[in-house]
């Protein structure tokens, strides 16, 4: 304990020489810092040539064990804000307050032992000169227990407390000493003290064991725990407390103890505490924002922070040089602070991982999947909510095992299950062992009772990517069969045979959720299986017959056509043929009735059935002809074409366009997005993989990221609406806004953000993704 004092003391003196050096025995006063004969007057004390003396006493004697009852810290600024500015005028901040009680100056008293405060002291995991410096801070503010009070103007202080520039600090005739350089940043977390008694504001603290008349008080300094931010590490210093109506303690960074203080407490605190983990709440909003694996995220946190290690050790470095080129010269004038030193050798900066050094600490991938998780958990009630509230009119599902390649779950084997509305987003997704539609049974009863409970006509529509209609068999051809057209043409006989016996299907849907919902094939999944059939894709044929296939399947709505070509005679481009990308902006397609679906697709077939490329290869597999009658009884039963329906179920209208730039009615150009597109329910199967992270993840991992990317998905859905009127958050974090809308709610009188209202079909519903308030999202 007499080292530490003593190491203490060369502190407060700001000679850095002293970190490496212990203290003679020598009764010759040490130098006293020019910024402690500065402010001398203000604390009653005369100044003498070289030590402080009280008004009627004796000098302190620097061998003595019993600490000097006035202390002085290097002076650091309050925030981050003031870093540049002097030690002197740091100090402008803290007054002495004169009329609290204090010792008399004139009689020399030894500060009052408290049991158990150097034992805090001495374990705390830290570095020394950590430890002193947080010490030293905590003295100046008067929360060291012993330490004189000190009356703050206004309150106006910061629980942030960041270390002195080093480069700033005058170290005489000494080198740099690399202690400053190595100091971290810390916050102070003593709930129970009186600089925050403005936020308890006559609160009484909770007692961590339910006391009913719970008398909480500190009992000790408190110990600092480490955190790792994005730019950094730093401690949170939170104080030892005690009940003292039933005699326990514990420590005021206790999350059980968090949970039970108001939410103003919890929300200054700057990182996620549990029992043995902590993590900043910077890095759960970088891991959440970016979709990341925990061992990428584990990476970067681990670059930044060796990364400013390596900055400090840059900075001490050139902190030396500058100090060696001004004793040669450099700068035109030399100084003479090099012949006072005793020693010129530069002391070692240390390793990343030096106790006494940097202190470094580092972070493992499983340490960020159990805060994932815990994060996860502290959401999950109302990312349920979120996506409970999503409904729409026309369905899309769709099965695929992108996700089960990729990750290998403890049950086995799987598929993913996905169910979307006309604007894309999720209503459900789930994980199958089997892709029969009884495993889908217990989510299209859920999906059901949800619709019954918001009062939500049911979907009346819905595309899929198999099991449209009734089971059905076909011939397998022969083995020549796939050369001879007759056997491609299709007669009056295949089409009664297809069109006749039972026609309806009995799939989950129907079943479950309605009974009369029209199911359609996806045309996406119809067309790829006839381009699988192809021998290559790089066959010189394969692009020719992909784009006959796509023109047959689709017809252009003459009505948005002539128009369009209007607009470019309007703008005078001559000649007025539309491009293929203004045809599929601004014009709306349709799939034609079966008869004529038909016609168009064998057409198609006929062209390319024998065609063969230079080097005499067929473009068609045998097997091309079964696929032909397989397709064939879906375009006769009607699971192609496009029902008759009104406007919002095949194609959202999404404003005018002027083409060219060009000013007038005549260039206005109507903007069609089809809901009864792929691309992003092909997108969404991208996605799936992206947020399920790794290639082996439990349960509870594949839950927390496949939920939270399902719900951010559908909120990034509703801002590509752009609904005119409807402002949404520029953050997703479901949470912060629910307890921002409620303290809105609260003090203002309103909510912070509106609902919006989005639009299926005719059917209008108050969806609450803008407001994220539990209070309508329980509608649902």
């Not at 792929?678 to 939920?707: D, I, P, Y």
Request: aromatic share 10%; glycine share 6%; charged share 20%.
């Amino acid at each position: 304990m007499e080292e530490d004092e003593e190491l203490e003391r060369e502190m407060l003196n700001l000679s850095p020489s002293k970190f490496d050096t212990e203290l003679t025995t020598a009764k010759v006063p040490l130098p006293v810092p020019p910024q402690l004969l500065a402010i001398a007057p203000q604390l009653g004390i005369e100044q003498a040539p070289s030590v402080l003396r009280q008004t009627h006493g004796k000098p302190v004697s620097h061998s003595s064990s019993v600490e000097p009852e006035i202390t002085a810290a290097p002076s650091l600024p309050e925030d981050s804000s003031s870093q540049n500015i002097a030690p002197v005028e740091a100090q402008k901040d803290t007054v002495l307050d004169e009329a609290l009680p204090c010792p008399a100056p004139s009689v020399r008293q030894p500060a009052a032992s408290v049991p158990g405060y150097g034992q805090d002291f001495a374990q705390w995991n830290c570095s020394q000169q950590q430890k002193i410096w947080m010490k030293t801070e905590l003295e100046a503010l008067g929360l060291w227990p012993g330490s004189r009070p000190v009356r703050h103007p206004m309150n106006m202080l910061s629980l942030w407390h960041y270390p002195p520039q080093p480069e700033l600090i005058d170290s005489i005739s000494d080198l740099p000493s690399p202690k400053y350089f190595q100091l971290h940043p810390f916050f102070i977390w003593k709930p129970e003290h009186t600089i925050m008694e403005r936020l308890r504001n006559n609160y009484i603290l909770p007692c961590l064991y339910g006391c009913p008349n719970p008398q909480v008080a500190s009992s000790g300094v408190g110990r600092p725990r480490v955190i790792i931010g994005t730019s950094g590490q730093y401690y949170i210093l939170a104080s030892r407390l005690t009940c003292k109506a039933c005699r326990k303690y514990w420590y005021a960074d206790k999350p059980q103890w968090l949970e039970k203080l108001p939410k103003r407490f919890s929300n200054i605190v700057p990182a996620f505490l549990t029992h043995k983990k902590a993590i900043c709440k910077s890095v759960m909003d970088e891991l959440r924002r970016s979709g990341r694996s925990a061992e990428d995220m584990s990476k970067q946190l681990t670059e930044a922070l060796h990364l400013k290690y390596e900055r400090a050790h840059l900075a001490y470095l050139l902190s030396v040089q500058n100090i060696r080129d001004a004793e040669a010269g450099v700068y035109g004038q030399r100084t003479i602070t090099g012949l006072l030193r005793q020693a010129d050798t530069p002391a070692p900066f240390g390793g990343y991982s030096d106790a006494d050094g940097w202190c470094g600490v580092s972070i493992s991938s499983h340490y960020l999947v159990d805060c994932l998780v815990h994060e996860y958990q502290r959401q999950e009630q109302l990312l349920t909510l979120l996506l409970q509230g999503t409904f729409g009119q026309a369905l899309r599902s769709d099965h695929t095992r992108k996700v089960a390649r990729k990750v290998v779950l403890s049950s086995g084997t799987m598929s993913s299950y996905a169910i979307m509305n006309e604007n894309w987003m999720i209503l459900s997704w789930v994980m199958l062992q089997s892709e029969c539609d009884r495993s889908l049974y217990p989510m299209y009863e859920g999906l059901a009772q949800r619709y019954t409970a918001a009062g939500v006509e049911k979907a009346s529509y819905q595309w899929v990517d198999r099991d449209c209609y009734a089971a059905f068999k076909v011939l397998d051809p022969g083995a020549q069969e796939h050369l001879l057209w007759d056997c491609w043409r299709t007669t009056e006989p295949i089409v009664a045979e297809g069109t006749s016996g039972n026609l309806v299907n009995t799939s989950a849907s129907r079943t479950k959720f309605n009974k009369d919902i029209s199911i359609k094939l996806d045309l996406f999944h119809c067309m790829r299986r006839f381009t699988r059939e192809c021998v290559s894709e790089h066959h010189p044929l394969y692009s020719s017959f992909c784009q006959f296939l796509s023109a047959a399947f689709v017809v252009v709505d003459q009505s948005d056509l002539q128009r369009l070509k209007d607009a470019y005679t309007f703008c005078g481009i001559s000649p007025a043929n539309p491009t293929k990308q203004h045809i599929r902006e601004h014009c709306r397609t349709k799939v034609p009735q079966p008869r004529e679906l038909l016609q168009r697709v064998e057409d198609v077939l006929h062209r390319f059935c024998l065609a063969k490329d230079t080097n005499d290869v067929l473009l068609f597999k045998a097997s091309m002809l079964k696929v032909w009658r397989i397709q064939r009884v879906h375009i006769l039963r009607g699971c192609l074409s496009d029902p008759e329906v009104g406007e919002g179920i095949l194609y959202r209208y999404g404003g005018t366009l002027q083409l060219n730039y060009t000013k007038g009615e005549g260039a206005a150009v109507p903007i069609w997005i089809p809901v009864r597109g792929t691309s992003q329910q092909q997108g969404f199967h991208f996605h799936q993989a992206q947020w399920v992270t790794g290639n082996r993840v439990s349960s509870e991992l594949f839950q927390a990221q496949a939920m939270t990317g399902v719900v951010r998905w559908n909120f990034q859905r509703l801002v590509d609406v752009k609904q005119p009127g409807v402002e949404l958050p520029a953050v997703f974090d479901p949470l912060l806004i629910a307890k921002l809308n409620t303290s809105s709610l609260k003090v203002q009188g309103r909510q912070n953000t509106q609902p919006c209202r989005y639009r299926t079909g005719t059917q209008g519903r108050d969806l609450d993704w803008s407001m994220w308030s539990q209070a309508v999202v329980l509608l649902f």
